[in-house]
């Protein structure tokens, strides 16, 4: 006989999931109408939202551990580019079925995640339907220090943290469109399933990035996301690109370079930072052991232009789209 919504509740989420994730500031969590929350003296709330719906923004083969990691870490990855600590999430499932295997592994990497990163989850709902998964995770930053899209300005220098496009290579190899060896295989498929939110970053990038954002659908798209908000235009060196050795030895240079660009869900920040921050920077990220690049300046105008070897590129390059 199927478990109710209220026994599924409280056997994969209330008990498991809130064990060990206790927070001060939670007054009331799941167990109620709604949850209470105490957000610190003299912070800001900061509140995001994502949908992952199975066969467009998973593959149905997922495991469910790493399904509910990824989950809640492009959510995360979301309040570091605001510059906000995390503290709380609610979880919205939908479920074809109440299957107890899957719903133990998927509550497992939940609360890996959770304990990870000190945050709990406080509330949500279920219901049937087609594989659904529907997160909002809360932080807070401390008042008028969040960060944003719409202030980068002309000579600030554009950076981006860690490496980008091993995720999107992650999922061509996932989907059998692409071969590797079996350690560059492994990597590049951890890093579309278990994505690294840059929390440590954004705090450091407080006070001195001028805009970020989260690279989830691609450099391309993102960077035009801030070149838009901020009434600019960018001139990227792709040469400058962060490109891991499993990505280059796997696709090779001029693909790898491609890939970086267009492909999606590296969940990095990119972000801006005045001439005059570039020291303080420097101390951050490295204080915060948190690798980064500089790829290009902001300038006057608009638009994203694109160069390689200091010759512009004739044909600019597109990125991800969900629809």
Known sequence: ???????????????????????KDVLMGIGDDAAILRVPANNQLVVTTDTLVEGIHF??????????????AVNLSDLAAMGADPAWLTLALTLPRSDETWLSRFAAGLNQICEYYGIALVGGDTTRGPLTITLTALGHV???????RSGAKPGDWIFVTGHLGDSAAGLKLLKGELQASDDHREFLVTRHLRPTPRILAGRSLRGIASAC???SDGLAGDLEHIVTASGVGAHVEIDKLPL??????????????????????DYELLFT????????LMT?????GVSHSCIGQIRAGSGIHY?????PLQQAPQSFRHF
């Open 284 to 288: 951050a990220l490295g204080e915060a």
């Open 307 to 311: 160069y390689r070897e200091g010759e």
């Open 1 to 23: 006989m199927p478990i109710s919504e209220f026994e599924l509740i409280e056997r994969f989420f209330r008990q498991g999931c809130q064990r060990g994730n206790q927070r």
């Open 213 to 215: 954002l989260d690279l």
């Open 59 to 72: 593959l149905p083969s997922i495991d469910p551990e790493m399904l509910a990691y990824k989950s809640v």
């Open 244 to 265: 891991s050795k499993a990505l280059l030895e796997t696709l090779g240079d001029e693909e790898a370079r491609q890939l970086a660009i267009r492909g999606g869900e």
């Open 273 to 280: 930072v005045p001439e005059a921050q570039k020291g303080a």
């Open 142 to 148: 401390p008042s008028d220090q969040s960060l944003s």
